[in-house]
C-alpha cells in the first residue's frame, strides 16, 4: 500500500480534527490514505471510554476509544488515516502497539505494549498512548509519542484512566534529550507495520 507520509509540524487540534474527518470520509470512498505526524497545541481529548463526571470544560470529546489523554509540545502524533491492511480489528491494535515498540526499540528501549492495547511501556512507564476509531475498515486517530514533553499537563487528569505518574517520554526513558526530527526519522523508518499485511508483528 503506497501512503504519503506527512510532517505538519505543530497545530492546534480543533482544526486538524475537523481535515482528520473530511479525510477518513474520503478515504472510505476510495481516496488515498495518508499518515499524519503532527505535534498539537496543548489540548485535552476524551475518548468514548470516559466517565462523564470527567468531561469538564476544556476537554474535547472524539469519537476514539479510551479515556482522556493529552497532546501537546514535544509529543508526536501520528495518524494513520488508512485502509487496515487486513479486516481485523484486533491485528490492527497490534500492528500500532508494533509500531509504538519499534520506535522504542529505535532508540534502544526494551519497549513493550501494555497488556490492554492502550499503550506502549519502557522501564514499566508510559511513553505512547493509543487510541483509534474504525468505520467501513478505514482508521482515524492514532498513537501519541511523547518525546520531550512537559509532565506537569499530567497531573491535572488520569490518562487513559491511569495515575498520571505512569506517564513518560522517549528522552527520560534513553537518558538522553531526544529531539522531535530523531522520532519522525524513527515513525517513518516503522511505517511499515501499520501498511503492509505481510510485515510481522
Same mark, same amino acid.
Given at each position: 500500500?503506497?501512503?504519503?507520509?506527512?510532517?505538519?509540524?505543530?497545530?492546534?487540534?480543533?482544526?486538524?480534527?475537523?481535515?482528520?474527518?473530511?479525510?477518513?470520509?474520503?478515504?472510505?470512498?476510495?481516496?488515498?490514505?495518508?499518515?499524519?505526524?503532527?505535534?498539537?497545541?496543548?489540548?485535552?481529548?476524551?475518548?468514548?471510554?470516559? +466517565?462523564?463526571?470527567? $468531561?469538564?470544560?476544556?476537554?474535547?470529546? *472524539? /469519537?476514539?476509544? =479510551?479515556?482522556?489523554?493529552?497532546? &501537546?509540545? !514535544?509529543?508526536?502524533?501520528?495518524?494513520?488515516?488508512?485502509?487496515? +491492511?487486513?479486516?481485523? $480489528?484486533?491485528?490492527?491494535?497490534?500492528? *500500532? /502497539?508494533?509500531? =509504538?515498540?519499534?520506535?522504542?526499540? &529505535?532508540? !534502544?528501549?526494551?519497549?513493550?505494549?501494555?497488556?490492554?492495547?492502550?499503550?506502549?511501556?519502557?522501564?514499566?512507564?508510559?511513553?505512547?498512548? *493509543?487510541?483509534?476509531?474504525?468505520?467501513?475498515?478505514?482508521?482515524?486517530? !492514532?498513537?501519541?509519542?511523547?518525546?520531550?514533553?512537559?509532565?506537569?499537563?499530567?497531573?491535572?487528569?488520569?490518562?487513559?484512566?491511569?495515575?498520571?505518574?505512569?506517564?513518560?517520554?522517549?528522552?527520560?526513558?534513553?537518558?538522553?534529550?531526544?529531539?522531535?526530527?530523531?522520532?519522525?526519522?524513527?515513525?517513518?523508518?516503522?511505517?511499515?507495520?501499520?501498511?503492509?499485511?505481510?510485515?510481522?508483528?
Amino acid at each position: 500500500m503506497a501512503v504519503e507520509i506527512e510532517n505538519l509540524g505543530q497545530k492546534p487540534y480543533e482544526p486538524l480534527l475537523i481535515q482528520m474527518r473530511e479525510l477518513h470520509e474520503a478515504v472510505q470512498r476510495g481516496a488515498d490514505g495518508r499518515i499524519w505526524l503532527v505535534e498539537h497545541d496543548p489540548v485535552y481529548t476524551a475518548g468514548r471510554a470516559t +466517565p462523564p463526571e470527567e $468531561l469538564t470544560e476544556g476537554i474535547v470529546p *472524539i /469519537e476514539r476509544g =479510551g479515556k482522556i489523554t493529552y497532546h &501537546g509540545p !514535544g509529543q508526536l502524533t501520528v495518524y494513520p488515516i488508512v485502509p487496515l +491492511p487486513k479486516r481485523d $480489528l484486533r491485528d490492527w491494535l497490534k500492528r *500500532i /502497539e508494533a509500531f =509504538g515498540v519499534r520506535i522504542g526499540n &529505535g532508540f !534502544g528501549l526494551a519497549a513493550e505494549p501494555s497488556v490492554d492495547g492502550t499503550g506502549v511501556f519502557a522501564n514499566g512507564r508510559k511513553f505512547a498512548s *493509543i487510541g483509534v476509531h474504525v468505520k467501513r475498515w478505514v482508521n482515524m486517530h !492514532g498513537i501519541g509519542i511523547n518525546v520531550s514533553v512537559d509532565s506537569a499537563p499530567w497531573q491535572r487528569v488520569r490518562p487513559c484512566g491511569l495515575s498520571p505518574d505512569i506517564m513518560t517520554d522517549l528522552s527520560t526513558a534513553v537518558g538522553r534529550p531526544i529531539a522531535m526530527q530523531e522520532a519522525i526519522d524513527v515513525a517513518t523508518a516503522a511505517v511499515s507495520v501499520l501498511l503492509d499485511a505481510n510485515d510481522p508483528l
